[in-house]
């Protein structure tokens, strides 16, 4: 986007937001926050919710608008002066005591100096609209994030509910076969330390599901202990782009690089401002003197007739070292702006190595539980049961096959939120999604 570009669309907002009348303080926030969720409430409306709710986003939305008005300010010419004299004791003068005097004065900036002006206030228009595109895509990741952990959390405790009533079964058995003398009393201990841990996971799951909704309620502005009912199963779909494909949208749209390429333009357009800086301003103005009679046998003609002139100044830049100096600073300016950007792209190309390969490593985690390893626990368990029926096992072959599954069904669990939270994160980084095509992400 070209700096002109920028400024004409500064300019065009500045008008819309004058011509619809005084910025009036926006109330959705807290009308949003009290609203009730859609049961079951799916990643979309929590994130719908939270665009409208969070004031986090209301603050870089003022903020946005409060930069495009700086547009206005920064283009207009300073204010003009107006000075007073007022002499107690008049100045007699040929046509008598100058009794005070007034100065309108206006200074103007050398020409093309406002534009240059207004190209730094449009970058800082532009920066301030990007900040706001980042903090609702940082909302969106923190929101699939925080429900995919809270998901995590429901799905752990209905796996451990069931995992203790399945372990409270086989400790009646295990006291059954204990007094049949088909069981040791090991047997019977083990089965009810297990259950022991259980109710413990049952608690620690309760209190970090209460946690999460805080978290979850915090980015929707709502109270810590607002109640979040059933949540939708989440919709997780797979990259469709390849790595070096998400390291060249991320370097176009990842909202920190463009950032970082607006600071460059920022600060090619101050040092273009500081030039105009090393030329001379001018300034006019209107003189006027208030004259009274004069105090003599005979006054001339034009006695007691006011003073009227007309001034003309100019600014001076004379101070060569410090003219230098300011364009020293602002080159060096643009040097760091444009290391930071090659440092920006440089750390996304890596991030999104290192959450790609978390992401990919999550995927095989729930391939490898889903299709093998639970299968296998559930067949092994089955047969352990069957053994310790007919007398071919002991009965802790059965309560550690048991274990087993839980632990497998608690690992795919985990393994299906991190791939959730991970593909939140590289989408993050490449500032859109990576499982669906350009134009359908704006379609939705």
């Known amino acids: 986007m070209s700096t002109r570009f920028r400024i004409i669309t500064a300019s065009i907002i500045c008008i819309f937001l004058l011509g619809s009348g005084p910025l ?14 859609p049961d079951p409430a799916a ?18 939305r003022a903020n946005w608008r409060a930069t495009v008005e700086q547009y206005r300010v920064a283009t207009g010419y300073p204010d003009p002066q107006l000075m007073v004299t007022y002499f107690p004791e008049p100045i007699e003068t040929r046509l008598g005591p100058q009794d005070w005097n007034a100065v309108l004065s206006q200074m103007i900036p050398f020409p093309g100096k406002l534009s240059r002006a207004g190209e730094v206030a449009a970058a800082d228009a532009e920066m301030a609209r990007v900040k706001l595109d980042m903090a609702a895509r940082n909302l969106a990741v923190s929101i699939r994030e925080s429900f995919h952990e809270l998901a995590y959390i429901r799905t752990a405790k209905r796996i451990a509910g069931e995992e203790l009533e399945l372990v409270n079964h ?3 058995v295990s006291e059954t076969a204990h007094a049949e003398d088909r069981a040791t009393l090991n047997d019977v201990v083990r089965a009810q330390s297990q259950i022991g841990q259980l109710r413990y996971d049952r608690i620690l ?25 059933e949540l939708a199963a989440p919709e997780i779909g797979s990259p469709i782009y ?5 390291h060249d949208m991320a370097e176009a749209q990842r909202e920190e690089i463009r950032m970082a390429r607006l600071a460059e333009d920022k600060s090619a357009a101050k040092r273009e401002l500081t030039r105009y800086d090393n030329l001379p301003d001018f300034k006019v103005g209107v003189f006027y003197a208030g004259i009274g ?10 006695a007691g007739r006011d003073a009227v002139g007309i001034q003309f100044g100019v600014s001076v830049p004379l ?18 702006a444009r290391a930071d950007t090659t440092a920006r792209i440089n750390e996304t190309r890596t991030r999104i190595r290192e959450v790609y390969f978390r992401l990919q490593n999550a995927r095989r985690l729930i391939d490898l539980y889903g299709g093998e390893l639970i299968p296998q626990a559930m067949n092994s368990m089955e047969l352990a049961e069957t053994w310790f029926r007919e007398k071919e096992a002991s009965f ?36 859109r999604s990576v499982t669906q095509p350009a134009e359908e992400e704006v379609d939705r």
């Open 242 to 246: 390849s790595l070096q494909e998400i």
């Open 396 to 431: 802790s072959d059965a309560v550690e096959a048991q274990s087993v599954l839980y632990n497998f069904r608690l690992s795919l669990a985990r393994a299906r939120a991190d791939y959730g939270q991970y593909l939140a994160r590289l989408e993050r980084l490449a500032g």
């Open 205 to 229: 799951l309760e209190e970090l599901e209460a946690t999460e909704v805080a978290r979850l309620n915090e980015l929707l502005n709502r109270p810590p202990d607002a109640a979040i009912g």
């Open 293 to 302: 009679e004069p105090d003599a046998p005979m006054p001339p003609d034009d």
């Open 319 to 336: 101070w060569l070292g410090k003219n230098r100096g300011r364009a020293a600073r602002d080159e060096a300016r643009l040097e760091m």
């Open 170 to 172: 086989l400790r009646k």
């Open 24 to 37: 009036q303080a926006e109330e959705p926030v807290a009308e949003a926050s009290l609203a009730p969720l």
């Open 43 to 60: 990643v979309s409306d929590l994130i719908a919710r939270a665009y409208d709710a969070n004031p986090g986003i209301a603050s870089a």
